[in-house]
């Protein structure tokens, strides 16, 4: 895309997938305070049907198979109910993101190509843990711009009573310096250290910990930390949804909601 800025580079949306969409829509909705910006059609030629909520600047996509036999169902099968599918990424250049994937051998799953938008999809085997998206929305330098997949007024949709920030992912893996490793080295940052050892790769406005788990447990996208303004009404909304929760966070989607203090 010949009209692509400067190569700009940060963590924009995660995608979780569920067995069922409503369900999880709502409690996210509810136990965080957001609203659906959007609801994409096209994803249905995937077997699919979607919801997108802003928590800022950055979005939390939930998707859910509407038929047999979809990539996002296989994918729930082979988890074992880990709901953690893709961590996305908008940049500036796409095509160099790719090409750089491609010459570390990893395999290019799926391209969405449109007039005013760029995915390139990385296999999720070869990035581990799950998918890795690279996209571009014309004007996406600007980060209140627009941006493709979340639909033409997500800024709309944005609120900030509760939920103010998507602080951190966690990747999940027996062998956390190999994976931590993997994904710096697709993304083209360096990673660091937290004061309790876990690698961790610093973004622009979000980070990606990959924390230890024990030998057997496959790679995955584990847990979410989220900034909210009342980590009690937060927890308590979730357990009176039903979710379970264990200190100051809940599972939802098949992930964990890690809350801390805004």
Known sequence: MADQAADYFRLR????????????????????ELEVCWRDPAVAKYGLENALFPIGTKFLEVVAPTRKNTAAGRFLDRSGGHGGYMVIFDCGDVERRRRHAEQLGIRIANVIEYPDY???????RDS????????????????????????????K????????????????SAEPQRLAAQWAKIIEAPVSRTPEGDPRIVLQGAAIRVVTV???????????????ADVARAKATAAARGCKVDG???????V???LQPA
């Open 118 to 124: 760029l995915g390139v999809q990385l296999h999720p």
């Open 157 to 172: 949709a944005v609120r900030t009573t509760q939920t103010k920030a998507l602080v951190e992912i966690e990747l999940e």
């Open 13 to 32: 949306q995660i995608c979780l997938v569920a067995p069922k969409l409503k369900p999880v829509v709502d409690d996210i909705a509810a136990i965080l």
């Open 248 to 254: 100051d966070a809940f599972h939802l989607g098949g």
């Open 214 to 228: 024990p030998e057997g447990r496959p790679d995955c996208l584990g847990a979410l930390r989220i900034a909210v």
């Open 128 to 155: 581990g843990a799950a998918m890795i998206e690279f996209n571009h929305t014309p004007g996406g330098e600007d980060i209140f711009g627009p941006y493709h997949p979340a639909g033409p007024d997500w800024s």
């Open 256 to 258: 964990h909601f890690r």
